[in-house]
DNA sequence: TATGAATGAGTTTTCATTCAT
DNA sequence: CATGAATGAAAACTCATTCAT
């Protein structure tokens, strides 16, 4: 028997997670994981062959979570649906900026990279697709603007993720509200 | 007299945002930037001591240009504008983006720096007082929901501007078309 | 468990010492200290942060020898007393030399080397105040000759260890024969 | 007709003087000689084709000078011009530590350089020579304490030029004490 | 297996020197 | 001649990764 398990896989990637939203993919540094947890950073390579596998497996877990939870969505009723699924999004409101640097990751090095990436795109297709589903499902039953094209009402739900929670109000509350200022604007009611 | 300059102090900041724009502050190299001008990397350090300066004078050099366009604004009718300053947003929609860094820049070794860092902190604030003002004016004219909390209110006009713009659509009309959005809501009218 | 170490850090304060005098402050380069040791230039860095904690650490060490030595001199009669502050002062004669580029040392970058600095100025004043009483008491004595102001003794007495010994005679002998000189002069006996 | 003169070649060796003895050989840099002039610091190359030529030219100039006031010196009655030697060397005082750095010249690049080395180290030769007559003369005429091997009484002399003035006599008056005290030594009288 | 230590490739920064006006 | 600007070579320092215990 060797020494006792100095981190696991999973606080690795926790870790790396807060990590890699604080100071981006480029700031990113194993002394500062390593640093971050229990053990030491060469431990690390027990794990992982290099960064960037760390990074996309982050990636891919993060991604997974969103997509387990968008999927479990009960989609009968569309606008009902885009309420729940914007709620998702803001418990795992991270994994807008996260991935934002999947782009970064080197995958010239790792096959394992590689496949996480690729996992990573087409979850990406995945969730895109329910999403413009729902969108024109909402816009057939007669429920949004026609006025305006419905990429830009897409791209402005989406975009509510990243509104900053100045107030700290749950996540529950914070969905409605914001989907109440999407649906309703901010205009005279 | 001596000889002729081989990039000026503007080029070179304009190649600082769009790398500081593509690869984040710790992404940002030197080389990286001496390799898209015409000169060697050392001459550089002709106009800034260090890498800091630099990208404290980019930041600095954006955020008077925000500032400029800010204030130039007719502020007569509030919401109106509300819609301009939209717009100038827009116009300059990188800023948000690239000054989210400016608390990585290292003013322990540059005064420079430090002071360009201040007047960044400074114009923020500035900013901050311009764009409240015209909120609690909106608000007070009945302009605004009232079931709406005003930070949030503020906050999802903010944040439109990272909305991508997917059909690049011209900014003036792009604007006016993310304004109506805000305003008057994507359900149906 | 790990590797084992390519040089110990008192190695690598040895070969500071000695390249620190050949060569000064300001031509002491790590690529000269890493040449003369058997690791690799950056392995240094394992043991102090950056050149100025190197310095420092090497000049305190030095201070810490003499301190100690100096110290354990018996001080009953001063005159004895300063023939063996003699011997040690020229058994450690770099010290002297060394020591001149302390103020040297850019501190601004490192806790460590500013205190390793603060360790040496208090030091100096010790060995200041030891020297000082010694020479009063030998004063009061009647032992030295009145017509000479006493800082000028106590300087010609101090620098009498940067004297070049080219006779390569060996330590005692020739702090005793300094000694003689300076007590009794060079003229007619 | 050009410019007006930026500086002469001697203000030039003046600075150069002063900033080896500050900083040391290798801490003299040209930025700072021409920081401490009144032109540009590519106007130095008009006068010396790199840094060595400079340092090895201002070397020269001091040791000229010495020369000069050494071999200008009455030697009829041999302790009246060791004493008046004394005083010579005191006045130029530097030079003594300033020409220690001599052998730091890189003279490959230069043939300048490497005659004005030559010049430095024949100067060396004759000043030598002219001290150690002086002191054989001494001895024979029963002027020094035969119980002290010569070369020791040399050095010692020698070494008294480095002695620090910290009482700030002028230059007479202290030559006097040093060469009191060296004669008759510090104690009882 | 876990790790302390080593390290080379790469980055920032400095500086003597050259160039062109 | 004087100079402002450019520059390559070299120095200090960083960091992912490897090694040996």
Redesign the interface.
Known sequence: MGRKQAFTKSELLDKTKQLLLK?????FQLKLLSGNLVGARSTIYQYYANKDEIVAACMKRVMENVLRKASAIDQTDCMIALQNLLTVYLEEADFHQLLGDAH?INTANSVAAANDLEFIEQAHITLKNQLELLFVRAQEE????????L???I???F??I??????NLPTPEWSK??Y??????????
């Open positions: 100071h981006g993919y480029e700031g970064k007669g429920n949004l603007n026609t006025s305006i094209p990429p830009v009402i791209g402005v739900y975009n509510l990243d509104t900053p929670n100045m107030m509200l914001l109440q200022m999407w649906l309703g604007g901010a205009g005279r009611d």
